[in-house]
């Protein structure tokens, strides 16, 4: 009975370290936000880039940017909130507005086209997946191998 | 009567005088080697401190590790190399799952555990084998083991074990890259809660993590476990006759010992904010080691005194060395050879020491059943 109860507790820790990783797994997903002003195509609708645009992350202001310009914010977790001020035409008053995004779990860098999303585009066309070019490898990604290819440094 | 006690009185003080200055010999060096380096290294107090206390969060969970094997009678535990080994595969599998920040790092101890316990397993194992040599069997282990980690991460992940993001591969296709940046996860917890004092930067959460660690060691220390290894560290014999599972107390010790190293070395890598993926590990045992014995501790006695004092001492050498050389000499690298010189000397004095204490116990045992044999056959005759 005594050994039973060794074994319930047992199990149940492990459980519970389990969950804990699997919360980790959930809350921790790291995400690059990359947030752009330019013009884009749809379907045939066509949102143009903004006159300029301020985009706030947490209540810091990221970047103020022109036409084609992109900037960038990390996030940690699924949520991702920001504040844009929006000057659509040179001259216009600048608009607010909060802009809350869910991000996909699997898509490690994400686009947003702020002129298709002010414009009511659908998702898909407003939200992209950023796939980085491969980097180049320089020497010092490389391990330091011997000849016969097996790193002895501390031997 | 005051005549007669009085010289007595003062041998006395003077007996423990010496026998202090003779069991504290290292950490009065290196108080003396700091006392001179400081003036001449032009340092700010500021600095120093903002250093020292950095280092302290970064390196006293990996140096708390070893004091669990000492208790236990099984030395300095160079396989702590091992846990280190899996704390650092627990972080590349993270960085690759990108999950960043403080539930980066939880789930990285998370992972880090079933490697270090299996390593830790191992090591036991092959060191209850090699009874009375665990340090330098537990120190060609970590070789060994060296050798099955370079396997693994160069050969095997990307290849067999899944490794999906190109930032950390190699460009091949399989094996990681030289470094792993951990930018991502950098200090996160050394940032959360910090405070500022002066100029000072105190990384409160990662000293209370670490108060937490010294408070669970002296629990763990009252413990019927904790009890047994003291009682194995005293005599494996009379444990044994006592009813106490010895070769299963020491495996414990090094498992324990394992799993905490693999965790210090995770906190150790979120300080620092990237990850040598093939050197990372190499020199961490031998660091560790040597701070610990600057601070007092030998071979078969630590404690979490000796730790704080070493990794203050020994890392107040690292940081001043260098400059005090540069003034000494003009040459900076003379303070960077001296600072691993003295970082492998004060590992061997501490081992002949060992020795020769060990010896001269032995020799006095002999001198004592040599002189109550001796009394015997008086009384006899």
């Not at chain 1, 149940?12 to 797994?25: E, Q, T």
């Not at chain 1, 996030?75 to 504040?83: A, D, L, R």
């Not at chain 1, 699997?106 to 980085?132: C, K």
């Not at chain 2, 555990?113 to 390593?119: A, I, K, N, R």
């Amino acid at each position: 009975m005594n050994n039973k109860r060794k074994w319930i507790i047992r199990g149940c820790s492990l459980l519970v370290i389990l969950a804990i990783a699997a919360l980790m797994f959930l809350v921790g997903r790291g995400h690059t936000v990359y947030i752009d002003n330019k013009t884009l195509e749809f379907n045939g609708q066509t949102a143009d880039a903004l006159q300029r645009v301020e985009v706030w992350v947490g209540g810091e202001r990221l970047s103020k940017l022109a036409k084609r310009e992109r900037t960038m914010s990390t996030v940690i977790g699924q949520n991702f909130e920001m504040k844009l001020i929006s000057t659509i035409n040179k001259g216009d008053e600048p608009t607010e507005e909060i802009v809350k995004i869910s991000l996909p779990y699997g898509w490690d860098g994400i686009v947003v086209n702020v002129p298709g999303y002010l414009a009511g585009l659908p998702q898909e066309a407003w939200m992209t997946e950023f796939i980085a070019e491969p980097e180049p490898v320089t020497a010092e990604d490389e391990p330091e191998l011997s000849e016969d290819e097996i790193p002895m440094g501390d031997f | 009567m005051s005549n007669i006690s009085k010289p007595a009185g003062s041998r006395s003080v003077g007996k423990t005088v010496g026998s202090f200055l003779a069991n504290n010999s290292v950490p009065i060096m290196f108080i003396l080697i700091c006392a001179v380096c400081i003036p001449l290294s032009g340092f700010s107090l500021d600095y120093l401190l903002n250093e020292i206390i950095t280092r302290l969060g970064r390196n006293a969970f990996l140096i708390l590790s070893l004091l669990i094997p000492i208790m236990a009678g099984m030395g300095l535990n160079f396989g702590m190399t091992l846990g280190a080994m899996a704390g650092e595969i627990a972080l590349i599998f993270v960085s690759d799952w990108q999950i960043w920040g403080i539930p980066g790092v939880i789930l990285a101890m998370i992972v880090s555990v079933p490697f270090s316990v299996l390593l830790g397993l191992f090591c036991g194992k092959i060191m209850n084998m090699a009874k009375g040599r665990e340090m330098i069997t537990s120190y060609i282990i970590s070789f060994f083991i060296n050798g099955v980690y370079q396997l693994i991460v160069l050969y095997m992940m990307g290849s067999v074990i899944p490794i999906a993001h190109s930032s950390i591969k190699l460009p091949r296709g399989y094996g990681i890259r030289n470094t792993v940046g951990l930018l991502n996860m950098r200090q996160c917890i050394d940032n959360l809660l910090a405070i500022r004092v002066g100029g000072v930067k105190i990384p409160a959460l990662t000293l209370l993590i670490i108060v937490l660690m010294c408070l669970l060691i002296i629990w763990f220390r009252r413990t019927k476990l904790g009890q047994d290894m003291r009682a194995v560290g005293q005599d494996m014999q009379v444990a044994r006759d006592a009813g106490i599972k010895v070769e299963r107390t020491r495996i414990i010790s090094i498992i324990i010992s394992t799993v905490l190293a693999g965790f210090g070395m995770i906190l150790y890598l979120q300080n620092i904010g990237n990850l040598s993926t093939y050197s990372a590990h190499s020199q961490v045992g031998m660091f560790c080691i040597a701070a610990l014995l600057v601070g007092g501790a030998s071979v078969d006695r630590a404690s979490i005194g000796n730790v704080f004092l070493g990794v203050i001492l020994f890392h107040l050498m690292f940081i001043v060395a260098p400059q005090a050389g540069a003034k000494i000499t003009g040459d900076s690298m003379i303070g960077e050879y001296f600072r691993v010189f003295v970082s492998y000397g004060v590992i061997t004095i501490a081992l002949i020491m060992y020795e020769m204490k060990k010896r001269r116990q032995k020799a006095n045992i002999g001198e004592q059943l040599a002189l109550a044999q001796k009394e015997e056959v008086q009384h006899e005759q």
